[in-house]
Nanobody, 114 residues
Framework: QVQVVESGGGLVQPGGSLRLSCVVSGLIFSNYNMRWHRQAPGKERELVATITSGYTTSYLNSVKGRFTISRDNAKNTLYLQMNSLKPEDTAVYFC????????WGQGTQVTVSS
């Protein structure tokens, strides 16, 4: 049984930082491309960042230079380092295992507010 569990969200002031984690179990983590997504209230879910099994990364334009996706295959863990956070980054953040039918976590809330 595959499990995807995100953590690390919270309330942070504008300009602050957070690091999200996503632990995956039940599959060979290193074989899969992984993604971070987010969904703000009243908006559609959007793709934030992707990292391939070969460590190639790509980002949503609005987070380039501020967010960094990474993975630790030894720990079956995906990360999203978020710096210089803005109020518009407020959303529920989800990670997913990229496959024809993706596996999703339950999400972790990130709120950027003074």
């Amino acid at each position: 049984q595959v499990q995807v569990v995100e953590s690390g969200g919270g309330l942070v002031q504008p300009g602050g930082s957070l690091r999200l984690s996503c632990v995956v179990s039940g599959l060979i983590f290193s074989n899969y491309n992984m993604r971070w997504h987010r969904q703000a209230p009243g908006k559609e879910r959007e793709l934030v960042a992707t990292i391939t099994s070969g460590y190639t990364t790509s980002y949503l334009n609005s987070v380039k230079g501020r967010f960094t996706i990474s993975r630790d295959n030894a720990k079956n863990t995906l990360y999203l380092q978020m710096n210089s956070l803005k109020p518009e980054d407020t959303a529920v953040y989800f990670c997913s295992v990229v496959r024809s039918l993706p596996y999703w976590g339950q999400g972790t809330q990130v709120t950027v507010s003074s």
